[in-house]
């Protein structure tokens, strides 16, 4: 009877965490470069000496590009194809695909969150103005000279990026090779790579999925109710 329980308990945890990546990637649909969680269901063991497996739900990133779209502000960036910006948040190196830039007070170009753009070979990038031109493979360019290059990096193995916030990762362990042949597109973002209709059907599915969670339960306390029924007819 205990397995029963399990397995319900187990159905409806998966079920609502679901619900819950469904409704984060829902929350963040107008988020620059944030990249969509996918839920997948993977077997876990009740315990050690239990034969029987039961679902839990594990998440990872979908780094699939979003649409780009265009603002003709010079200091919005966006990647067209794979890659992240180089960040420096304080003492820490992020990596984002949001590219919201403005020009600080010091002259260097920031996230909404602060963070600092970094140029090739490390340091802040900082310009004069915001009416610089920065080409497609990330030269800058100010009155048609060059002052600095944007290096566009990505990840050997992009699911070993850990999320930092809504649309910047922390490399940690992971290896940032600089892209050999990067395409930034001066005056444009990315959006959300997050479908409203992929997340109605999920959370349609996970709906169904507590409702089975439910239905189990439910069977589980009619035996309950049979079996002590059973017992107080036989006394």
């Known amino acids: 009877m205990s397995g029963l329980v399990d397995a319900a308990t187990a159905i409806l945890g998966a079920s609502e965490k679901k619900l819950e990546i469904a409704a ?50 010079p200091l919005d960036l966006a990647i067209s194809g794979d890659g992240f910006f180089q960040l420096r948040a304080g003492d820490r190196i992020l990596y984002s695909r949001q590219g919201q830039f403005k020009l600080s007070v010091d002259g260097n170009l920031v996230t909404p969150q602060g963070y600092v753009l970094q140029q090739q070979g490390g340091g802040d990038l900082v310009v004069d103005n915001a009416q610089v031109t920065i080409q497609q493979d990330g030269a800058v360019l100010d009155d048609g000279r060059p002052v600095a290059r944007i290096d ?45 209709g992929d997340e109605m059907v999920s959370m349609m599915t996970a709906l169904r999925e507590s409702e089975g969670g439910a239905k189990l339960i439910q069977v589980y306390d009619d035996l309950i109710g049979r079996a002590i029924s059973s017992l107080g007819q036989a006394r």
Not at 165 to 184: L, T, Y
């Open 24 to 73: 984060h990637n829902v929350a963040n649909i107008s988020t620059p470069g944030f990249k969509r969680q996918v839920g997948f269901s993977q077997l876990l063991r009740a315990a050690e000496s239990d034969v029987s497996a039961l679902p839990e739900v594990a998440v990872r990133r979908s780094f699939a590009q979003g649409k780009l779209s265009e603002t003709r502000n």
């Open 152 to 196: 566009v990096f990505a990840a050997a193995d992009a699911g070993s990026l850990a999320p930092v916030g809504e649309s910047c990762f922390s490399a940690g362990g992971a290896a940032m090779d600089a892209v050999s042949n990067p395409v930034i597109r001066q005056g444009m973002v990315e959006s959300s790579n997050v479908e409203l």
